[in-house]
Nanobody, 122 residues
Framework: VQLQASGGGSVQAGGSLRLSCTAS????????IGWFRQAPGKEREGVSC????????DYAESVKGRFTLSRDNSKNTVYLQMHSMRSEDTAVYYC????????????????WGQGTQVTVSS
């Protein structure tokens, strides 16, 4: 089982990045996929998640209107498109998979990927 997060990097405030989360070793289309982030000295927080069933998507208030989550089951990949980025978006971003379809960012995630660093400079 593997979740590979990629696409992180450095960007100026107002810029854009697209993160990818590619899965292998499990039935990807049966799992909800969530993105989380953790900034230095802060707790991990949920950013967005997408259902495996009806395509429902949830966004944290802090990213609504700026981030867009999508999934391509044919490629076992979920994409997090980030626009209008702010310095407070700086964090290590992680993706995770939930068989139960959890939209509760605090529990229910079975597999985790390694993080990808996103740095937004002002």
């Amino acid at each position: 089982v593997q979740l590979q997060a990629s696409g992180g990097g450095s960007v100026q405030a107002g810029g854009s990045l697209r993160l990818s989360c590619t899965a292998s070793g499990f039935t990807f289309d049966s799992y909800a996929i969530g993105w989380f982030r953790q900034a230095p000295g802060k707790e991990r927080e949920g950013v967005s998640c997408i259902s495996s069933t009806d395509g429902s998507i949830d966004y944290a208030e802090s990213v609504k209107g700026r981030f867009t989550l999508s999934r391509d089951n044919s490629k076992n990949t979920v994409y997090l498109q980030m626009h209008s980025m702010r310095s407070e978006d700086t964090a290590v971003y992680y993706c995770a998979a939930s068989l139960s379809g959890s939209f509760d960012y605090s529990e229910g995630y079975d597999y985790w990927g390694q993080g990808t660093q996103v740095t937004v400079s002002s």
